[in-house]
T-cell receptor
Framework: DGGITQSPKYLFRKEGQNVTLSCEQN?????MYWYRQDPGQGLRLIYY???????QKGDIAEGYSVSREKKESFPLTVTSAQKNPTAFYLC?????????????FGPGTRLTVL | SQQGEEDPQALSIQEGENATMNCSYK?????LQWYRQNSGRGLVHLIL?????REKHSGRLRVTLDTSKKSSSLLITASRAADTASYFC???????????????FGQGTRLTINP
């Protein structure tokens, strides 16, 4: 099966802890994205990466970090500096990150801070 | 500020009826896309319409684009219970000179199809 996988599906974090959300794709896509979705809201871009070993901040990058060591993988770390991390996190990928590209989404990770 | 805003925020209709959702945006676009999200799931791409297109069809979906009014509509004909989901429009904004794209999503329309 081709697609994007995210793990875990549910994640609970204690205050002060860093947690890492996994995103893997086997679509051979160059570009990958992380979005945050709050209840009843649209998606907001956290980080994006157009190519391996390169990534850029999106609109709400504070308190988050990423890496792109492999084409297939784009993990997101939610650090203790993120003051309100409870949200639904979605990973997406596109062929090249161009304007006509369709974004393919993973199933999401729901993060809850205890 | 939101680039795309959907209207209505929620829509409830009977199965078999048509559902129309609208999207307005603020700045010039290259493309506009519509996505669907089932509760607690990822988004699924439905259709892309380019700025030089006025109408596009895909199965029971019909999308229109009016660049002069900066608006788009999504029509789902002969709705089914399985169409119950949230629907988002997304417009593209270029992030850098290499052509990296960002999609800016609206808040979505929650569509409920009653059997």
């Amino acid at each position: 099966d081709g697609g994007i996988t995210q793990s875990p599906k549910y994640l609970f974090r204690k205050e002060g802890q860093n947690v890492t959300l996994s995103c893997e794709q086997n679509l051979n896509h160059d570009a990958m994205y992380w979005y945050r979705q709050d209840p009843g809201q649209g998606l907001r871009l956290i980080y994006y990466s157009q190519i391996v070993n390169d990534f850029q901040k999106g609109d709400i990058a504070e308190g988050y970090s990423v890496s792109r060591e492999k084409k297939e993988s784009f993990p997101l770390t939610v650090t203790s500096a993120q003051k309100n991390p409870t949200a639904f996190y979605l990973c997406a990928s596109t062929t090249q990150g161009r304007g006509t590209d369709t974004q393919y989404f993973g199933p999401g990770t729901r993060l809850t801070v205890l | 500020s939101q680039q795309g805003e959907e209207d209505p925020q929620a829509l409830s209709i009977q199965e078999g009826e048509n559902a129309t959702m609208n999207c307005s945006y603020k700045t010039s676009i290259n493309n506009l896309q519509w996505y669907r999200q089932n509760s607690g799931r990822g988004l699924v791409h439905l259709i892309l319409i380019r700025s030089n297109e006025r109408e596009k069809h895909s199965g029971r979906l019909r999308v229109t684009l009016d660049t002069s009014k900066k608006s788009s509509s999504l029509l789902i004909t002969a709705s089914r219970a399985a169409d119950t989901a949230s629907y988002f429009c997304a417009t593209d904004i270029y992030l850098n000179i290499q052509g990296a794209q960002k999609l800016v999503f609206g808040q979505g329309t929650r569509l409920t199809i009653n059997p």
